[in-house]
Every structure is written in structure tokens, then in C-alpha cells.
């Protein structure tokens, strides 16, 4: 049974590019949940997506943007890229119908390098 | 907004002592997870606690949820370099149903063999 996978694992960009980040959720899992998180920190929500739709987002601007696919697999979009971009994007996927929504299985991250 | 927020910020001890981080809710948790952390890692689901004053054990990990369900502990007793990595709470922001997590900023446990 696969975990949660991430591509790529590491990405190098310079400041004013686009990057796309993927996610591909736990078997049986549906609900994706895409969070930074910057050296020394912990994570911070950027947004969830569960049956195609952004269900929450957090305090992210618009260049962040994302989408979930039929297969529940999701992408993370990033334009305009800020040096301050530069982190790990960390994706954790979750079952919505338990009712235990909030036990989330974390990917092991893309590591952005935004130069 | 909602904060979590936990202390310390970092541990160092030797073997065999104990450990403990505490973690503090700006707003009551309808529950509380822990997540652990290896260096160059992600987190990893450790528990989650829900009912007020519950206490759970995994071998050598105690963890608390407090009474009145705004503060949370993880003590582990007799610690291993095993034990290494940064551990983190996170609670639910907004009503528990929404999926999102609030993490704190973690405290990261240096064991000294």
C-alpha cells in the first residue's frame, strides 16, 4: 500500500518563475491538504482540496492556486515566484468520511529553492 | 487569529532523561495531534487526543490533553538517540470538520548518546 508520494523532491527556480507541485494521496484516502513549511517552522495550511473543489484555504495569495483531479491526485501551483517561496511543500492526504478528517499522512515533501 | 504555540524551542539531553514539550491553544481544541519529525523528514502522525484530561501512553511517550482543552504535553520518559527530530502539535482550525491544522513551531529534541 503507497503512501502519500510527492514530485519532484527537490526543484531549483529564480524569482518571477512558475512551479507546479505534485501530490498523489494515500490509497482510499480523497481529501489533500497542502502545507509550507519554512526552515525551523512548522507547517502552515496553504489550502484542502476534497472532490475537485478548494474546501478551506489559508492566508495565502493568489499566486498560490491548486487543483484535485478525478483520481483524488492534486497539483500546487505557485506564479510569480518570491525568494521567500523558497521552502518545503509538504501534501498530506486524509479519508473525509471517518469523521477522524483531521488525521492527515504527510508526504515527504519538494523541497523549492527559489534563487 | 488561532495560534498554537509550544515551548521550548529546543532540547538538548543526554540518554536516558526524560523530556517533556508543552504545547498552548489561543482557543479551545476539539482535539489535539502530535506529529514527529525527522531530520530531513516530514511529519509523521504520532497521536491525536480528544476527550478534556485524557492521557495516552505509547511505550515510552505519555501524552496530555488539559482540562479545559487549550494545552497539551508530550513527555517521554528515559529518552533514546531514536528519540531525535522536532515534535509538533496541531490542532484543528476552525470547527473540527474542516481538515485544517494549526501546527505549532515545534520543539526539536537533540539526545546526546
Known amino acids: 500500500d503507497a503512501g502519500v508520494t510527492q514530485s519532484p523532491t527537490h526543484l531549483i527556480k529564480t524569482r518571477g518563475q512558475q512551479v507546479t507541485l505534485r501530490c498523489s494521496p494515500k490509497?482510499?484516502?480523497?481529501?489533500v491538504s497542502w502545507y509550507q513549511q519554512a526552515l525551523g517552522q512548522g507547517p502552515q495550511f496553504i489550502f484542502q482540496?476534497?472532490?475537485?473543489?478548494?474546501?478551506q484555504r489559508g492566508n495565502f495569495p493568489d499566486r498560490f492556486s491548486g487543483h484535485q483531479f478525478p483520481n483524488y491526485s492534486s497539483e500546487l501551483n505557485v506564479n510569480a515566484l518570491l525568494l521567500g517561496d523558497s521552502a518545503l511543500y509538504l501534501c498530506?492526504?486524509?479519508?473525509?468520511?471517518?469523521?477522524?478528517?483531521?488525521?492527515?499522512?504527510f508526504g515527504p515533501g519538494t523541497r523549492l529553492t527559489v534563487l | 487569529g488561532q495560534q498554537v504555540m509550544q515551548i521550548p524551542q529546543y532540547q538538548h539531553v543526554q540518554e536516558g532523561e526524560d523530556f517533556t514539550t508543552y504545547c498552548n491553544s489561543s482557543?479551545?481544541?476539539?482535539?489535539i495531534q502530535w506529529y514527529k519529525q525527522r531530520p530531513g523528514g516530514h511529519p509523521v502522525f504520532l497521536i491525536q487526543?480528544?476527550?478534556?484530561?485524557e492521557v495516552k501512553k505509547q511505550k515510552r511517550l505519555t501524552f496530555q490533553f488539559g482540562e479545559a482543552k487549550k494545552n497539551s504535553s508530550l513527555h517521554i520518559t528515559a529518552t533514546q538517540t531514536t528519540d531525535v527530530g522536532t515534535y509538533f502539535c496541531?490542532?484543528?482550525?476552525?470547527?473540527?470538520?474542516?481538515?485544517?491544522?494549526?501546527f505549532g513551531q515545534g520543539t526539536t529534541l537533540q539526545v546526546k548518546p
Open positions: 498530506a492526504s486524509s479519508f473525509t468520511g471517518t469523521g477522524r478528517r483531521n488525521e492527515q499522512f
Open positions: 490509497s482510499g484516502h480523497d481529501t
Open positions: 482540496y476534497y472532490e475537485e473543489e478548494e474546501r
Open positions: 482557543t479551545t481544541l476539539s482535539n
Open positions: 487526543l480528544v476527550k478534556s484530561g
Open positions: 496541531a490542532g484543528p482550525g476552525g470547527s473540527s470538520n474542516t481538515g485544517k491544522l494549526i
